[in-house]
C-alpha cells in the first residue's frame, strides 16, 4: 500500500468510526481522493471491511431501523434505496427482518393520520391517501384497508 493510500485509509477509518457507511459510498469517497485510480480505491476499501470498519448488514439495518422508526418509510422504499446503494438482496432481506413491524404499523397510521387532517375536505382523499402511502414505500394490500378504516372513523 503507497503512502497515500495509507493517508485515505487512516482518513477514512476516522469517518467510519464516527458514523456508519456502506460499502459503495466508502469506495467513492477513496475513489475522489485518491484521484479516479479504481484499483488503489478499491484496496483501500477492502482495508476497511477486513477491519470491520465497514459491514453493509450493518449499516443496512442501522439504515432500516432509523427510516422506518423516524421518518415512516415503507419496506420497499428502504429496499430500492439499500439496492441503489449497491447493497445485495440478502443483506436488504435481511436488516428488513430487524424492523419491528407493530412499531412500523403503528408509525404507518400515524403518519397515515396526519396526512388525512391536511386532507378533509377533498374529494379525492381516498386515492390521494393511498397515493401517499406508496410513494412512502408501504405495500398496497397493507395500507388499503388501513385508509378504508381511517375514512369510515
Given at each position: 500500500?503507497?503512502?497515500?493510500?495509507?493517508?485515505?485509509?487512516?482518513?477514512?477509518?476516522?469517518?467510519?468510526?464516527?458514523?456508519?457507511?456502506?460499502?459503495?459510498?466508502?469506495?467513492?469517497?477513496?475513489?475522489?481522493?485518491?484521484?479516479?485510480?479504481?484499483?488503489?480505491?478499491?484496496?483501500?476499501?477492502?482495508?476497511?471491511?477486513?477491519?470491520?470498519?465497514?459491514?453493509?448488514?450493518?449499516?443496512?439495518?442501522?439504515?432500516?431501523?432509523?427510516?422506518?422508526?423516524?421518518?415512516?418509510?415503507?419496506?420497499?422504499?428502504?429496499?430500492?434505496?439499500?439496492?441503489?446503494?449497491?447493497?445485495?438482496?440478502?443483506?436488504?432481506?435481511?436488516?428488513?427482518?430487524?424492523?419491528?413491524?407493530?412499531?412500523?404499523?403503528?408509525?404507518?397510521?400515524?403518519?397515515?393520520?396526519?396526512?388525512?387532517?391536511?386532507?378533509?375536505?377533498?374529494?379525492?382523499?381516498?386515492?390521494?391517501?393511498?397515493?401517499?402511502?406508496?410513494?412512502?414505500?408501504?405495500?398496497?394490500?397493507?395500507?388499503?384497508?388501513?385508509?378504508?378504516r381511517l375514512l369510515?372513523?
Amino acid at each position: 500500500m503507497t503512502d497515500e493510500q495509507k493517508k485515505v485509509l487512516s482518513k477514512l477509518q476516522a469517518q467510519c468510526a464516527r458514523r456508519e457507511y456502506c460499502s459503495s459510498d466508502v469506495f467513492a469517497k477513496a475513489l475522489k481522493a485518491l484521484e479516479g485510480d479504481r484499483d488503489a480505491a478499491a484496496e483501500v476499501v477492502e482495508s476497511l471491511v477486513g477491519e470491520k470498519y465497514v459491514d453493509d448488514l450493518r449499516y443496512a439495518t442501522a439504515f432500516c431501523r432509523e427510516k422506518a422508526a423516524l421518518q415512516g418509510w415503507g419496506a420497499v422504499k428502504i429496499s430500492y434505496m439499500l439496492a441503489g446503494k449497491g447493497i445485495d438482496k440478502a443483506t436488504v432481506s435481511a436488516a428488513l427482518a430487524e424492523i419491528d413491524s407493530s412499531a412500523a404499523d403503528r408509525k404507518m397510521e400515524s403518519v397515515l393520520r396526519a396526512k388525512l387532517r391536511t386532507l378533509r375536505d377533498d374529494p379525492q382523499v381516498r386515492l390521494k391517501m393511498l397515493r401517499f402511502a406508496l410513494s412512502r414505500g408501504y405495500s398496497y394490500d397493507s395500507v388499503a384497508p388501513l385508509v378504508a378504516r381511517l375514512l369510515n372513523e
